[in-house]
């Protein structure tokens, strides 16, 4: 091959180097431009949305009982600013999901860019559904627990805005990761990295991890809340093996 031909070839590589940075590039800027426009909207009504994402403490508080207080001139300002960053991550999340799964679509084989759709819709719905799962169900759980055994203490609740919304979204993101496991599991193994007899080999290993994360996350040391947790972690695992033992079944 001459030097010339191998010049030439380098030149393309370096041009698809610079291509491949530049549809990064117009991604992240998309991405970030969803969360910025949320973001604005987010903060114009975060005394609305506060008033919603507080209802699960209001209800496990006693009557009468005020739900938050702030403890310097600077924690309600953070506190919207906190929550507008976290709600717009929320509602923007098919924005950069989708976003996401273009920038790896061009990767594929062609085969393998039918499953781009699939995962795009079952990985925002998986996310929602975590977020929502937690708030529903989870976080109730927590509050009534932990604000209960302080007033059995006979101790008065006296919760702070930023306190709240620190365990709130840590809480809800968390679980709205958990949730993509399917979808993580499916990607490995489509990619060769695990596959449906690995996963049931090693099937107790992972319960035994599932109940350690689900300890590790859930704020509260009762039973209740990691079961909460534990269990639908649980039920996806198995329903990643049936879903990457039938895509198995089919490439054969």
Known sequence: MTDENQGGEEQLKVMGLFEHIEELRSRLVKSALAIVVFFFIAYAYADVLLGILKQPLVAVLPRGANALHFTGPMDVFLANVKLGLFVALMCSCPVWLYQFWRFVEPALYAHEKKYVTPFMVSSISLFLAGVSFCFFVIVPLALSYLIGLGIQMGTTPIITISDYLSLLILMMVGFGLVFETPVILVLLSMLGLVSS????????????????????????????????????????????????????KKKA
């Open 197 to 248: 007899e690995m996963l049931s080999q090693n099937r107790r290993i992972v319960i035994v991890i599932i109940f350690i994360v689900a300890a590790v996350l859930t704020p509260t040391p009762d039973p209740v809340s990691q079961c909460a947790m534990a269990f639908p972690t649980w039920a996806m695992y198995e329903a990643s093996i049936i879903i990457i033992r039938w895509l198995e």
